[in-house]
C-alpha cells in the first residue's frame, strides 16, 4: 500500500497543476511508493514523488518527498530539482515558471503542438505511457 504521506503530496500536485490548466497524467509504481506526474505531456517534465532515493539512470526534472532534506539543483545534461515534502509551494511556483518561460519561447500554439506530438509519438510505448492515465 502506497505511504499516505506520498499520495497526499502527489494529489495536492495534480490539484495545483490542474488549476493551471497543466495536463497531468499521473503513474502509481507497483513495486514502491513512487508516485510519476508527467506535466503536459512531458513537454513541461515530470515530477518523481517518493519516499527514497530513486534509480541512478532514471532522471526526473522535478523530485519531491520526505527523504530529501533540503531544496536542491544538480547540474547534469539537464537540471534536476529536489524538494523537500514541506516545500510543495516552491516546487509548484518552480514548475509554473519554467512552464512560463516555455510558453514565452515557443507560443502558446507551438507549446500545444509539442504537447500533441508527444501524446502521439508515445500513446503506445510501454512502461509509463501504457500505465498512466490523464487526471481529470
Not at 506526474?37 to 517534465?45: A, F, H, W
Not at 519516499?51 to 518527498?65: A, Q
Not at 532534506?69 to 529536489?82: C, G, L, Q, S, V
Not at 508515445?122 to 487526471?135: H, L, T
Request: glycine share 4%; hydrophobic share 35%; aromatic share 12%.
Amino acid at each position: 500500500m502506497k505511504n499516505a504521506e506520498i499520495i497526499k503530496i502527489a494529489e495536492l500536485l495534480q490539484s495545483r497543476m490542474l488549476d493551471h490548466g497543466i495536463v497531468v497524467q499521473r503513474y502509481n509504481a507497483y513495486s514502491t511508493n513512487s508516485i510519476y506526474l508527467k506535466l503536459d505531456y512531458g513537454v513541461c517534465n515530470s515530477i518523481r514523488i517518493s519516499d527514497h532515493k530513486g534509480k541512478k539512470h532514471l532522471k526526473y526534472r522535478y523530485n519531491i518527498g520526505p527523504f530529501i532534506k533540503k531544496i536542491e539543483r544538480k547540474m547534469d545534461k539537464f537540471d534536476r530539482f529536489y524538494y523537500p515534502a514541506v516545500k510543495i509551494d516552491s516546487l509548484v511556483k518552480k514548475i509554473l515558471s519554467d512552464r512560463a518561460e516555455k510558453l514565452d519561447k515557443y507560443g502558446d500554439e507551438k507549446y500545444r503542438d509539442f504537447m500533441k506530438k508527444n501524446k502521439m509519438e508515445n500513446a503506445d510505448k510501454k512502461g509509463f505511457w501504457k500505465s498512466a492515465y490523464v487526471v481529470e
